[in-house]
């Protein structure tokens, strides 16, 4: 395996990292309840994908304190 013949600055590597970053995730509206979501996935509020109900959402029901 080759070996550096000289030392690399710290700006030279800092140089070359500057494109590693991370790229955010695109968000898109959901066509029947306007929530952001990711693409091509079931929304996970409303539960539609391409129109059409997928998956359905139970709703947590908030307990109530009994005294």
């Not at 550096?4 to 695109?26: F, L, V, Y």
Request: with cysteine; aromatic share 4%.
């Amino acid at each position: 395996m080759a070996l550096p013949k000289r030392r690399h600055s710290k700006t030279r590597g800092r140089k070359r990292r500057t494109h590693w970053k991370i790229a955010s995730t695109n968000l898109i509206k959901c066509p029947q309840c306007k929530e952001l979501k990711l693409a091509h996935r079931v929304c996970p509020v409303c539960g539609y994908y391409k129109g059409k109900q997928a998956v359905e959402i139970k709703v947590k029901e908030k307990k109530k304190r009994g005294t």
